[in-house]
């Protein structure tokens, strides 16, 4: 799986590599949202940075938005940070941040270039 989840008290990073497909996501989501831990969490970390190719077409993107609406009930207050430095990349993590806004999701969504100023804006 090019998804690996690490968790801690105040949250989980997806750490992601090489290709990443949509069902790589939905086994990942589904381990989060199954998780207990899942209620308490302050945020989630989509860390892009080592992803060289994503497979997810703009449907597979929009049903995993429709899934993650659909679980933010659990965790109202959760802030969530993709993490990406490829232009391409941020494209894709760019346009999740859309849906989820026009989605009227309640989740703080936003992108960075590092793992650093993801972690600022969760502190």
């Not at 090489?18 to 790589?24: A, I, L, R, S, Y």
């Not at 989509?46 to 899934?67: E, F, G, H, R, Y």
């Amino acid at each position: 799986m090019s998804i690996t989840l690490n968790w801690d008290k105040a949250g989980v990073e997806y750490f992601c590599s090489d290709t990443v497909t949509f069902d790589d996501v939905k086994r990942a989501d589904e381990t989060v949202f199954n998780d207990e831990r899942f209620d308490a969490i302050d945020y989630v970390f989509i860390n892009a940075l080592n992803i060289n190719t994503v497979t997810l077409s703009k449907l597979d993107i929009q049903i995993d938005v429709a899934n993650d609406f659909s679980h933010s009930f659990k965790n109202e207050n959760l802030k969530m940070a993709f993490i990406a430095n490829k232009p391409h990349i941020r494209k894709v993590a760019e346009y999740y941040v859309t849906l989820f806004r026009q989605r009227h999701i309640d989740w703080q969504v936003a992108v960075f270039v590092s793992l650093e100023e993801a972690r600022h804006w969760v502190s």
